[in-house]
């Protein structure tokens, strides 16, 4: 059990507990923190603390976690866009919505699950249970390709390249405003928003180094189509960098304006291009993904405005 332990500044006073609470502790909900609450799980000054308490300077609030409950992903007939495969790997077209690997909140229904009613029990297991065969992975609402890993070698090599930055991904997007130079780099290192852990964020505090080139497609005025290509595969790392700069993405709900463009249900951000060389055969690989429909109606729909 994980104990996490919040103290109340002079600012915070007279706020209700659960919610200064959902605050300090951003990766629980604020009903996760009522329920922990009701269990008795959270203390202030020591006591077991009541939802409708009012923060006092100086409070010491004490946050007990359960450990988490195991989720064991089980296989599901599911369709998966194959764009490669071979008896060491494979390359799929993830589609946007889909999230990678079996959490809480999502124990069903993600690529694990696919990949594992796919391939059976030919996956790498160096990713656990959770996550077998999962090199690296993609935002739920970010779509494009992704490489999986049939065995712990291929896994292994995979893993190899992706540390020192060799392989190649390059990612499509559209951004707010419009950027005034035609290519760019974002060096800026990413880590944990301090104000909200569910969050990345610039950062100098536990960080990690981070860097985005990008270059301009086509503009559109009120927004622009870029395309950036990673050095490094940080968390959220082409959201946070482009919203670094003032220009976060289009549809973002987390990093771009309040008002999000409410059609394309999340950032609009496809993995387009993925190079590596086979970590078996030494042979070199290079895919490119379409753009999906609901990514090139955007498209259509800021030229329209343009020409009008």
């Known amino acids: 059990m994980e104990t996490l332990e919040f103290t109340a500044a002079a600012a915070d006073a007279g706020q209700r507990l659960d919610r200064w609470l959902a605050a300090q502790a951003g ?61 060491h790997l494979l390359v799929v077209n993830k589609p946007k919505g889909m999230v990678v690997h079996p959490a809480p909140g999502n124990p069903d229904g993600t ?3 696919a990949l594992l009613y796919h391939c059976g029990p030919s996956l790498s297991g160096v990713g656990g249970a959770i996550r077998p065969g999962i090199v690296h992975r993609i935002d739920k609402d970010t779509s494009g390709l992704l490489v999986v890993a049939k065995n712990d070698a291929a896994h292994q090599g995979l893993s190899a390249q992706m540390a020192v930055h060799s392989i190649h991904r390059v990612y499509h997007a559209v951004v707010y405003g419009n950027l005034k130079e035609d290519a760019g780099t974002v060096e800026a290192p990413i880590g944990r928003d301090a104000r909200d852990r569910k969050k990345m964020a610039v950062t100098q ?26 050095e490094t595969g940080r968390t959220h790392q082409i959201r946070v960098h482009m919203a670094h700069i003032g220009h976060p993405l289009a549809g973002d709900p987390v990093y771009g304006p309040r008002r999000v463009i409410a059609g394309l249900h999340g950032q609009c951000l496809h993995a387009k291009e993925l190079g590596f060389i086979h970590p078996v055969t030494g042979e070199a690989l290079r895919f490119d993904s379409p753009l999906p429909a609901w990514f090139t109606a955007f498209l259509e729909r800021l030229r329209k405005e343009r020409r009008e």
């Not at 990766?27 to 923190?33: F, G, I, Q």
């Not at 860097?211 to 990673?230: D, N, P, S």
């Open 111 to 113: 690529l694990v699950n």
């Open 27 to 87: 990766e629980l909900s604020r009903s996760a923190l009522q329920a922990l609450i009701e269990q008795g799980q959270v203390l202030r000054n020591g006591a077991p603390a009541n939802k409708k308490d009012k923060i006092a300077p100086g409070d010491t609030v004490t946050l007990a976690l359960p450990d988490p409950q195991p989720i064991e992903a089980q296989p599901q007939d599911i369709p998966l866009d194959i764009v490669y495969e071979d008896e």
């Open 205 to 230: 505090q536990n960080a990690k180094y981070a860097c985005t080139h990008w270059q301009v497609l086509e503009r559109f005025g009120r927004f622009t189509y870029i395309a950036c290509k990673l």
